[in-house]
């Protein structure tokens, strides 16, 4: 198993403001992926953060809105740009292991309100 | 694209009842991963099947893998408040890949 930090845990920001959220695992992975998700709902990926290149995106998200660092294997930073209230929403850190089988491992997320 | 659909969607029984949650697909998967995630948590891992028919026990949770590898099933035996959560499907299309489908999902919660 993994464990990840994820901070900050929650944040009240203003419109138009940007929020960059840390992920850091107690161990190099090879995959680390950012996710979306509004409250009691699923997960939406948003991007495979790559280590030592760009991330790779999933459709309806874009580098300029969620521009997201991948320094080494144990670290990655996603930012949410130019933020509006349709920002609001949990925004996890998810690292995965094993190939075998793809289990995932998820920080704590992060609570974010844009106001 | 692959979609998982989970259903109920939300689900509220008294403690001790039993229940069952069910996840499924037109497509096939590599396999298959049941999540729980509490509030103000991230999903937990609660158990991956693989083979068609496979079924897996977790104390009072039974898992079932369908034999074509496009269904799946929790069921949950005498339930306990602590089972209260979101229940989150996953599958992976094919082995070696790393990225998951997530179903929409079962509020569940169980009243003393």
């Known amino acids: 198993s993994a464990v990840i930090s994820q901070k900050p845990s929650r944040d009240i920001c203003q419109r138009g403001t940007s929020l960059t959220i840390q992920c850091q695992v107690d161990?190099?992975?090879?995959?680390m992926f950012w996710y979306r998700q509004q409250p009691g709902q699923s997960l939406t990926l948003i991007a495979t953060?790559?280590?030592?290149?760009?991330?790779?995106?999933e459709s309806g998200f874009v580098i300029d809105k969620f521009p997201i660092s991948r320094p080494n294997l144990t670290f990655s930073t996603l930012t949410v740009s130019n933020m509006s209230p349709e920002d609001s929403s949990i925004y996890l850190c998810?690292?995965?292991?094993?190939?075998?089988?793809?289990?995932?491992?998820f920080g704590q997320g992060t609570r974010l309100t844009v106001v | 694209t692959q979609l998982l659909e989970q259903s109920p969607q939300f689900l509220s029984i008294q403690e001790g009842e039993n229940l069952t949650v069910y996840c499924n697909s037109s497509?096939?998967?590599?396999?298959l991963q049941w999540y729980r995630q509490e509030p103000g948590e991230g999903p937990v891992l609660l158990v991956t099947?693989?083979?068609?028919?496979e079924v897996k026990k977790l104390k009072r949770l039974t898992f079932q893998f369908g034999d074509a590898r496009k269904d799946s099933s929790l069921h949950i035996t005498a339930a306990q408040p602590g089972d209260t959560g979101l229940y989150l499907c996953?599958?992976?299309?094919?082995?070696?890949?790393?990225?998951?489908?997530f179903g929409k999902g079962t509020k569940l919660s169980v009243i003393p």
């Open positions: 099947v693989v083979t068609g028919g």
């Open positions: 996953a599958g992976v299309a094919r082995a070696g890949s790393y990225q998951l489908t």
């Open positions: 998810s690292v995965v292991y094993r190939v075998v089988n793809t289990e995932a491992f």
């Open positions: 497509s096939v998967f590599s396999s």
């Open positions: 161990s190099q992975v090879t995959m």
């Open positions: 953060a790559n280590q030592g290149s760009e991330a790779t995106y």
